[in-house]
């Protein structure tokens, strides 16, 4: 049986062997390439890469490289394994041929090296971190190179001991192997930086004109943003899924923009409003929910909007809506404003010390506020220093 | 060799020839999910999903069906193939077991039918097409069936004469084999979903925005959605890529926002403006830019909506810039605006007839306008049937 294993040897027709372990690659590439697409979160999908490296080649550890193409260097992105997390992540190296990393970006060619050590190029970021075998394949999308992903220290099959590595080198079926791996690694990386930024984009240009909107009122610029910030610092206290994270970032832009429709008169009044201005000013979650209804994806964003000025005892607006009947994003976002509202300073009223808003938010626990939210905004406030940030 | 590959009589231990067979089927799998993933376009990953289903299984056509979620009903996305595009797509099924793929969609169970004819389930689409062989998989995203998957009419490896298809039974290899396959299709259908209702939200979004900041103006009601789709008519008949088009879309939506920052007896003036209310009008698409300019993704859009009131012969502000110093985009949305200007009525003067503003516009065809960009109009205004849309 050992003969037929050997790879070294392998003829023109392979062995059954050969034929069996490459199958057996294949099924675990097919797993992995659904694995690594499986998602389109950047981080999710690099610590995937990683692993499956890891996996298929059966090395130490493994790490990847990725072109910030505004600056033309090479970042540290993600390091993984035993000894992975020893990896600095703020190291950043040029794209030239001083470095294996930069030398594989630069010719789009893949370098396998089983004597790490006497190349010149070798870049030696750890002291404690030994690399003795490597393969360095560059990661291509749209015909461009975004980055590279290594394979480090390829293990041998039977260490000489339990506690102990023995290493082996890689070979010429390992690299092919790795670069199909690594066709699939480069799209999942693309698709979800492209999920990213096209995110990144709508939250910003929302921003941008919510902001835009927000100046029509003199006395409550950065407005938005700040409640955006305080409700993602709540958030991240409160159980709730990523997705969940988001609809909260995005009702907090938009929570305001039905002051839009609000004459100027009320809105850029410099002192409080009167009992006919109030009626008024009170239609703009309203107006927001109006304005946006038709947007579809986005439904229970609108009606967070719609429902930010509710309270936990019922007597809000526009619905009287009371405790769990409001929707858990709107509680947040009621929080977050009133917090921002109390410690901002007015024409007619200086803001609260950050201490003071923070004891009054508690002391409505439960009538205006849901009790979970503001157990949240305690974490928040005691760990985010959420008073401190603007 | 002929015994060799006589896979129905496949012993535990595979034979060399079917172990081959398989590594080629993995090969070609591997080089399926590339492709697949390789774009967040809808419609190109069903495309790509149909051509892989039917190079892998050696059938004659395939279908993709995907779950209406609203309805709860399937409806018939892509069919391909030679006789792929005799089926109807209107053709919509309820989620039950009265047909194959309601009943897959229902349990999520695959389907292997080697005489489809005299199965119950089996719905007739359409009399000239002759379903023989089926294989119908469902597709599973995030533990639910978001569709499924037909492989119709296995072929034989030779045919009688060279016109004509022999045809064979699918067996329990092609199920394993295509299900590997479902698997990659419902991620890659999955991601360009999510990528393709993330935008949607994004443009609907903005352009709710958009059309709230407008109508702070009464007499232009309607406007940025008209020019929006007045750009997208001309850029379709200007050689531009899929991206550019967004980034046309984007900017129309975008491109009077800054008028947000012009105060309402301007804005709202329900006469012609003076000599002094111009030059504040004119600070509109250079307001567009001071609220956007921040926003990292989209600096061509935001360019293009500071650039659509420059004119081709220099005249135009807030640059004066002079021909291809334009950008298109920028070009594409002048016209398109100027368009719409002069066919809309004010309160001042009744809008032109179509005829006369499309004829109004070819008349400045290199002075005011791109002439690239007015080549593109005349084409979209006579096949587009611009003047009746609205």
Known sequence: MF???????????PSTATMEEKLRQFEHLTRFSQILNST?????VREKALEATCALLGCETASLLLVDFKTGELYWETALGEKGKELKKSVRLPINDRSIAGYVTMTGESLLLNDV?????????????RTRTMICIPLK?????????????????????????????????????????GHQVAIAVENSHLYAQLKKSFYD??????????????????????????SMCIAKYLDIPPD?????????????????????????????????????MKQH??????????????????????????????????FGLKENEIPLIA????????????????????????????????????????????????????????????
């Open 244 to 280: 969940e994270i988001d609809r909260v970032k995005l009702a907090a832009i938009l929570h305001d923009v039905g002051k839009i429709g609000i004459e100027d008169k009320i809105l850029k009044k410099a002192a409080p409003l009167d009992s006919d201005e109030w009626p008024v």
């Open 331 to 390: 509680s947040i976002i009621s929080v977050a404003d009133t917090y921002d509202a109390m410690v901002s300073t007015r024409p007619y009223r200086k803001g609260m010390p950050p201490k003071a808003a923070y004891e009054e938010i508690l002391r409505n626990r439960g009538t205006q506020f849901s009790p979970i939210v503001v157990d949240a905004f305690i974490q928040a406030f005691q760990k985010e220093k959420m008073g401190k940030q603007f």
């Open 285 to 318: 979650p309203n107006l927001g929910y109006e304005i946006m209804q038709h947007v579809d994806g986005i439904k229970d964003v609108i009606t967070a909007v719609r429902c930010h000025h509710e309270r936990w005892d019922g007597t809000g607006y526009p």
């Open 117 to 129: 050590e006497s190349d010149p190029r070798h870049f030696k970021q750890d002291k404690k971190f």
């Open 3 to 13: 003969e037929l294993k050997n790879s070294e040897h392998e003829s023109p027709l």
């Open 205 to 230: 240009t929302v921003e941008a004109l919510a902001e835009a909107i927000e100046k029509k009122d003199r006395y409550t610029g950065g407005h938005t943003k700040r409640v955006v910030y305080y």
């Open 141 to 181: 999308a749209k015909n461009r190179v975004i980055g590279v992903l290594q394979a480090l220290n390829k293990t041998a099959a039977t260490p000489a001991r339990k506690s102990q590595h023995a290493w082996a080198d890689f070979d010429a079926d390992d690299l092919r192997l790795f670069e199909t791996l």
């Open 40 to 44: 389109l979160d950047p981080d999710l």
